[in-house]
């Protein structure tokens, strides 16, 4: 059976595995994201230990990475992280530094896409050829399959940075986005709305009127997402997901933004069924590179 | 050499083309789109006689069609106009209807995805394999291409009908979308800038406020589409955009509200080339009914 690598490449933490599919993990490891230098060496160790320790060579490593990253193979700057704010970070080489030390081929992609992939493959849109991954948690990011496969394009989509309409009489927050104030990461994410509420998400009751709102955002985000996308179906996972009573506020206000425009019964009837909870749940990040490797 | 047939079934005229390419037109009719059982039977009766006359086969015919339509293959209603409200045309067999009447292969797509498949081929995004084309005129719709193909997916995107962020203090036009209000479409096409300021379009001067605040809400819905979809180029085309003050104001406005996030030279350095005209002008619709039956 051939053997894969899976590396979920966070701005908080990695996480390696090596497996032969989603039910035949190896070994895995996990570490937090400190320097460029320490986290990829530490990365590679992983990959080349367990190669020399079993004898055994991996087909590919599939590599899910924290952006903004350069997928244009045409690039000079291909498999880098360009552009990141973390400190250290941009610039930096991620998949010829890997492939050279451990001679194994790397796919690479953003951590969003590769879990959407992953999605795809073994969680909660399989057999689907359009749909949607979206992470709402420190972060907003969405990976977009089109015809079974992720946007790339110019850059990748950065979906967490659309602008949502907000009503300040009701809500004069002034947005935690650094870039763009309000924009879906700035009203919605965890840090959002801890800035906004003053105490962390998950210290918020069920019944706070923060989650009314969160979920009149995240439907207004996935109103654009659809009538920008048609996807099939729409995932969301990350750490605010968590709080799984959100999701029939979010149904609940999906179909009345759209009101009755987009006619497909997967929205005016099965909306259930339409947007989901992450089959992998917080899986999807590594088996999401694993995805990737096995995709090659 | 090859001919081929291109329909742009409009929801006010029907242009039909039987054609080599582009350069090589053999003959054009066109008339305005009255019940489905007349318009349908004229565009059966141009071929029909075409080929009669000239004892030529068609290759194809690629009809580029306003919507909303089914794009299913699998779909028992596949190559229908849907739930238009447009009277008389909801559930009309389109593609059925030509291809047994004149045993010629129809390839069948929106009219925006039709029109961004032309410019591909012949017009402003030659060589580029992800971008979108927007009409803005009497109604607004968009054209993605992802990897080199228009997106489908659930049904087809409906890219006028996101929602937009809206400063009611400074503007309290109310919207002009029966489905959304303030939608895109709703604060920017043409009829929405008739109802907005009492007059048409196109007698609004150039120095009118309506003109800043048009640019501003197409930049925002710009903004959106960069940032959901990472296209390499946005070409605006339809009967507003013929305003080409409104081009610079618009790329200004892109640039300000993205605020240098999107780390690309074709943003941040150069944007006259990234936002633009359609290369095939007003004949972007029929042109890509062409291009639709050439990729058959």
């Not at 015809?147 to 009701?170: C, F, N, R, S, Y």
Request: negative net charge; hydrophobic residues 40%.
């Amino acid at each position: 059976m051939s053997l894969y690598g899976g590396v979920e490449a966070g701005g908080t933490k990695f996480v390696c595995i090596v497996a032969g599919g989603p039910g035949d993990i190896r070994e895995e490891v996990r570490f937090p994201t400190t320097t460029p230098d320490e986290t990829l060496s530490r990365t590679i160790k992983f990959f080349s230990n367990y190669m020399r320790d079993n004898e055994e060579k991996l087909e590919a490593i599939g590599v899910a990475c924290f952006g903004p990253v350069d997928l244009d193979k045409a690039s000079p700057t291909y498999g880098f992280i360009t552009s990141t704010p973390k400190p250290g970070w941009a610039n930096t080489d991620v998949v010829a530094r890997i492939e050279k030390a451990l001679n194994v081929p790397v796919a690479f992609d953003t951590d969003v896409n590769g879990a959407a992939v992953g999605e795809g493959k073994w969680g909660a849109a399989q057999g689907l050829s359009n749909f949607i991954y979206l992470t709402i948690g420190t972060g907003i990011g969405g990976g977009a399959i089109v015809d079974g496969k992720p946007i790339h394009g110019l850059v990748h989509p950065e979906m967490g940075h659309i602008m949502l309409a907000q009503d300040v009489e009701k809500d004069p927050f002034e947005g935690y986005c650094p870039f763009h104030g309000t924009c879906f990461e700035g009203l919605c994410s965890g840090p959002a709305l801890q800035a906004h509420w003053g105490k962390p998400a998950q210290d918020l009751d069920a019944d706070h009127p923060a989650w009314q709102l969160e979920a009149h955002y995240i439907a207004e985000a996935l109103h654009i997402f659809v009538t920008v996308l048609s996807p099939q179906r729409i995932i969301l996972g990350g750490g605010v997901m968590q709080q799984a009573h959100l999701f029939p506020l979010i149904r609940e206000k999906v179909k009345a933004s759209l009101n009755g425009y987009v006619q497909s019964p997967a929205i005016l009837e099965e909306i259930d069924a339409y947007i989901v909870p992450p089959g992998l749940g917080n899986r999807a990040g590594v088996l999401g590179a694993l995805a990737l490797a096995q995709g090659m």
